[in-house]
Each structure stands twice: as C-alpha cells, then as structure tokens.
C-alpha cells in the first residue's frame, strides 16, 4: 500500500505536469492564428514559481526542465536556453524556499517580479551575445508584465482549487518531519 | 528521525550533481543548436510532427466548438450583417459584370498570343493543425508534409493571396512562418509602378515595405504582389494592398484572411531556372577587321555559331 504522504505528493506532481500540458494544448489551439495579439501570460512559468514558493517538493527540477524543453521545442524559441535560465531561476528561489517563508504576499511578488525580470534579461543577454535574432523589447517587456500580473491569480487559483499555501515557519506534516 | 536527517544528507549532493548536470546538458543543447542549427531544427520538426497529433482527438472538437461559440456572438448582430451583406451583393453583380467581360476579353488575347501560361504552379491542401503558440512566432502547423512531397521554401497561400512559406518540414507535418513573423522577408512588386520592395514581417497584423527605391511612386491602394526574385517564390501571386500606418511608413494590408485560416494551398515550387551564361562577347570576324565589309558573305561559319545577333 502507498503511503498517503507519497500519494499525495505523486498526485500533485501529475497534476503540475497535466496542467502545463493543458496549457500547452491551449496554446497551440488554431483560433487566431495570424492576427496579432499581446503576449499573454506565461500560465505555466507563473504556476511553477508560485507552487514552488508553496510547496517545492510538488515541483522537482527535473519536471520543470522537462516541460520548459517542450515548450522550447514546441514554441519555436532556441531550444534549452530558456530552460536553462527557468532551472537557475527555480533553483535560486529553492534554496531560499525556507527564508521566504515568513515574507508577505507583496513582498513575494516582488522577489518573483525581480526574479522574472533577472530571467528575462539574461535570456535576452544571451541571445544578443550569440546574435540570434530576438522579438522586440517591447513585446518582451509585455510578456514580462503580464506573467506578473498572472502571478496572484495563480496563486489564488491554486489555493482556491487544490489548497496549496505557504507552510508556516515550523510547521509538521502528519509525520511530524519539518516541511 | 535520524534516519530521515541521513537521507537528506545523502540525497543533497547526488541532487545538486543531477541539477548540474541537466544544466551543462541545457546549454551543450543551446549551443549546438546554435552552431549547427538545421540539425536541431530538424530534430525539432521531428518532435513536433510526433507530439502533435497526440493532440489531435482533442483539438478539432474543441477548436469546432470555440469555433461555434464565435459563431453563435455574431447571431447578435445579424439585421446589421444582412443590411451590410445586400449592400456587398450589389457591388459584386456589377464586379461581376466587368469580370466576365474581363474574362472573355482575356480569353481572346491568350488565343491570339497562343501564350503559354506557367503549368507547373499545382499545389497541395493541408488543414491548419495547430498555432506557434508563442507570441512572438507567427506560423502555423500544416497536417501535410514529406509523405505529400512538401519541400522547405515553398510558397503556401489561402484562397486569395499568399499567406507564408514553408519552413521547417516533419514526416506528416510542415510549419508555415506566416507573413507577419519578425523573421520573415518576401520580394515583392509594386503594382501598377513596378517598383521592386522587401516585405518584412515585425510581428504586427500589417508587414512593412522596406527597401523601396522610390516611394513617391507608390501610392496607399496599390496592388502588392510577390516577385519572383531570388528565386524564393513564384512571381505573381497576390500578397495584398499598400496602406500607410500613423507611422507614414508604407505597410500591406494583406489579402489573406489571417484571421481564419483553415486551409491552405502549398504551391508546389520548382527551381526557378538561372540564366548563367552572361551573354558572351561578339567580335568582329577576324578578317573583318583588316577588310572591308565587301567580305562578310565569307564570314558565315562564325556567324552561325552565335546567331543571336550583333549589334
């Protein structure tokens, strides 16, 4: 029999992947192929950020590499750069998971504004750098404001639906190991 | 407890190894995409033609149905669209009117020419599978490919103008960049002034005109179609109308409907023919030149071998 603390944390990391796959679908829906939007949110990066400062165990580097590469390969970006900016930028922010704990939503937001805009910065370094031709600043800096503008919501979301919150400073789970 | 605290411990540097490890594999990833990108891109076309159509029960009746919730908005204002729609109908019966007469009118001008129109523009159909799904990528995915003879290059167009170019071909799917891609360029012709310009796609609705020699020439209305320079495309094809943004740069209000493309027609390309030989020199006879032109008659092997004529 499966114990239910690793059910549990299966069963969330199947979740975090489905809904990055759903978003995905999502995205490559031919609705409006041609007209030109505003980019929009970057659903799935907001929800990785927002359950890892929740509970980073429901999202190993491993998973987030895996569906920032399909989206690499999926979204015509280079492939590996931008998941190799997510995977640092994940990594930064788990290892200080526990020192965050304590911080207020506003505050979180802005690291994770910080955070994003470091990330976007980079990739945009990088790509200037090796002279790949990139978007416009512009749009970047669009897709930048509302991935942050989609953070809260997520957060929201998140709770709202499958209860996900910031563990307290100290807090157990139900066999008594710190969280 | 001591236990657990024993697994941490050990489990923390094989984790921070693995993370260095995907790292390093990320950016050997980049790289090598970056120094020999075709192979990658190749591999890409490959992924995507794979993934896809793991999507596909699921797409087409979930695009039918957003597809029907659209339609069902425009039920809202539909006294408006009949009012707009009779309106239209009077203006194509006389459209109509001059075309057929345009049509006959052009029947006995190709008879009289016997000229011989360009047969080799077939094309193949494909369905539009899927969206670039990122924002900065405009271009779509076709359910036809390699299995349908799809090369990269060729030109795909709707039912009016021209639409993109293929880029990117997997076993069953192939990849337009559409027009308005930032990446795209397409040789174009300024109809009536001939005037030769570059199409440049930056990801607005509306590419731009870019190198355009004389732009007093040209005028918001004129017809813009594609030429056939560089050998990139078929010479010909509709690509839309000039319009002039807020900006006073020239832009093309493109004939395709971006807004709705379904099915697309992928105009089968062939190598245009490059004329190598310059046209050599021809000089004058060699006794030409020290007799008078009394001689010439004598002179006709060397002329037969060029008989294209001199000056």
New interface residues.
């Given amino acids: 029999m499966v114990d239910p603390i690793s059910r549990q944390l299966w069963l969330h990391r199947a979740l975090y992947l489905a809904i990055a796959m759903v978003v ?2 999502l ?14 949110p970057d659903i799935t990066l907001a929800l990785t950020l927002a359950w890892l400062l929740r509970r980073p165990e429901f999202v190993p ?2 998973l987030v ?1 895996a569906v920032m ?2 989206e690499d ?9 931008w ?2 900016i997510v ?2 930028g994940t ?1 930064f922010l788990r290892a200080r998971e526990v020192s965050l704990r304590d911080l207020s939503f506003m505050l979180e937001w802005i690291t994770v504004g910080v955070l994003l805009l470091v990330m976007v910065l980079a990739d945009r370094l990088v790509l200037s750098l ?1 002279m ?2 990139q ?2 600043l512009g ?2 800096l669009l ?1 930048y404001l509302a991935t942050l503008a989609a953070y809260p919501l997520v957060v929201i979301a998140s709770y709202a639906a499958f209860g996900l919150r910031r563990a307290a400073p100290g807090e157990v789970d139900a066999f ?2 710190r969280l | 407890m001591a236990r657990d605290r024993d697994d941490i411990d050990f489990a923390r540097p094989v984790r921070r190894i693995l993370v260095a490890l995907m790292a390093i594999v990320l950016a050997l990833t980049f790289l090598v995409w970056r120094i020999d990108s075709p192979r990658v891109e190749r591999f890409r076309a490959a992924f995507i033609d794979r993934f896809v159509p793991t999507f596909d029960w699921a797409m087409v009746p979930v695009t039918k149905v957003l597809g029907m919730v659209e339609g069902f908005q425009s039920y809202a204002r539909v006294y408006e669209q009949n009012q707009e729609l009779r309106r239209e109908l009077q203006q194509m019966k006389a459209w109509k009117e001059a075309a057929v007469q345009l049509e006959q009118q052009n029947a006995k001008l190709l008879a009289q020419n016997a000229v011989r129109l360009d047969p080799k523009l077939t094309s193949v159909s494909g369905v539009v599978l899927a969206d670039s799904g990122s924002p900065f990528r405009k271009s779509v995915l076709l359910n036809v490919g390699l299995r349908d003879g799809v090369v990269d290059g060729w030109a795909t167009m709707d039912g009016l103008g021209l639409v993109g170019r293929i880029s990117g071909v997997g076993q069953t799917t192939a990849r337009v960049v559409l027009l308005t891609d930032a990446s795209s360029r397409v040789p174009v012709k300024i109809e009536p002034s001939g005037q030769r310009a570059l199409l440049s796609g930056d990801n607005s609705a509306l590419p731009l005109i870019e190198f355009l020699e004389s732009p007093e020439q040209v005028r918001p209305g004129d017809r813009v179609v594609s030429a056939g320079d560089g050998g990139v495309f078929p010479a010909g094809i509709l690509v839309g109308q000039l319009a002039q943004g807020s900006d006073q740069r020239l832009r093309v209000l493109l004939a395709a409907d971006y807004e709705r493309l379904d099915f697309l027609r992928v105009l089968r390309g062939h190598p245009i023919e490059q004329l190598q030989d310059v046209g050599a020199l021809i000089p004058p006879p060699p006794e030409a030149s020290t007799e008078e032109d009394s001689e010439a008659p004598q002179s006709t092997p060397s002329a037969l071998q060029r008989p294209s004529g001199d000056g």
Avoid: K
């Avoid at chain 1, 995205?27 to 929009?40: E, F, I, N, V, Y």
């Avoid at chain 1, 979204?75 to 590996?80: A, I, N, S, W, Y």
């Fill in positions: 995905l679908f995205r490559l829906l031919p609705l409006s192929s041609g007209a030109s939007g505003w980019p929009g580097a491993v590499v590469l399909i390969l999926m979204f015509q970006r280079p492939p590996g750069l998941a190799l995977l640092g990594e090796l790949v031709p978007p416009p749009l970047t897709y008594g190991r």
